[in-house]
């Protein structure tokens, strides 16, 4: 921002002209003039000693001079100004005035007129080679200098998948970002972030902001059949976070647990972090197979599901399959964990409800998400409790990050109860129906004879399953070196793949986007 004013030369850009129309040439000096607000630097971490023989300004130069070889300041990091860096080092301005004309002098940094001092961008580049992910720090035969936990290794890997690693066509859990009512939602954000109430500027409650858990409590109630008050919500960042919470409340290292398979990897990573061992049951058109799962594990600790929407098949569990993984959680005292990630978007029936809702026993902890029903980057998501848990979950939550940012909360507060939410989530509905179809009838008309589609009826992906004699992992490979991101069935299993076939997301192209994708993949499948 411009603006006028008279002022001493710490961080303010003097590029406009003096009172005299030339160019400040002294920037210690005071002048009138145009100026525009530059950010401070950062004070680095230099020690100085003022009983030490060694000169300060010497310890400044020598600090600033390693820090600069150490890359701990960066090529183009500006410096802070020298009155400021004085008045916070609580020395005179001369030391700090000889260090930083030496350091000039010798080229470790360059002065930029009426912008400050910045560590010189002409420095060579002297970055550590970098250790790939997952190599061994060390070469081998040597003993290794650091343990670290074994956890941690169940989801280290090598880097991220191929097809995850760009944005486009077909890439799993894109939502239409570019159509959300951002105007309405940065008015609210304006309100809020105008008038801050001080109540929610402090700690708050380790469940969430209780106007939102009122929200929340009230749509869930409503719109997807869910038996709960405000107080067994707790508000968290994501499903993710919900997983990682119920793991370290009903897990014990060894616990066994239920998966789906295929399934959701966040999950299983999330369970396996907490030290469970995961027992994968099949699934088939009806969801997860029940009586497979009392076969193979009657004794398990929990079972971890998608009724709404199997994720990745894409079948809804079935009525007795409900009734039936009920009927086994209360006589066996197992939990269900029911994460009902997309179900807002079901397009030729109305939502199915929720498991929760059936629940007489409370065995079921629900799992909901604002990520793809608005958007990822949003962070928000909630659990619903049974009663006789809600103390545990807030004391493992505190002793995790205490309680969840109030901000947003606020401000979605305000986009549910004033009917916002409802009608975005109504227009996404038809949008995302719209490309769905595109995408069928496209995989029928390109690709009909290679790929079967299921799983169309609900959320923003389906699976294309492949004929025999293709891999999916070969073709998705291929497909990503096309910048097209088909993430193939396989790597939805925890054991051995029964099937091969390719999971599309298309919450987030448009229709023209979705035609042009498949007929690229025609030409990477042939
Ligand atoms: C099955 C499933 N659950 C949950 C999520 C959402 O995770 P989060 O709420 O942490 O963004 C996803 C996102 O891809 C998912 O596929």
Redesign the pocket.
Known sequence: MIDRVSFTSDNLDLKAVSGNGQSPCNSHDHYDVAVKRVPPGIFPAIPVDRRSERPLYRQLYDGYREAILDRRLRPGQRLPSTRALATELRISRLPVLQAFDQLLAEGYCESRVGAGTFVSSSLPDQRPTPVARGAPAEPPGRPRRRTVSRRSSLVLRAGPDPWLAGRGAFR??QAAVDLFPFRIWSGLVARHGRDPRVALLHYGSAMGHRPFREAVAAYLRTARAVRCEADQIMVV???????DLTARVLLDPGSRVWVEEPG?G??RDALAMAGARLVPVPVDDEGLDVAAGIALCPRARAAYV?PSHQ??LGATLSASRRLQLLDWAERSGAFLIE?D??SEYRYDSPPVAALQGLDRASRVIY?G????VLY?AL?L?YLVIPEDLVDRFAAVRDALDIFPPTFHQSVLTDFLTEGHFTRHVRRMRLLYRERREALVNALGKELGDTLTVRGGEAGMHLVATLAEGHRDRQISLRAARKRLWAMPLSSCYLGEPTLQGLVLGYGGTDVAGIRDGVRRLRAVIR
């Open positions: 799993m859990s960042s994501g499903s993710q976070q919900a997983l959701y966040g999950a998608t994720y990745p994460d990630y997309d799992i998400t604002f990520s793809k990822p962070r998501g």
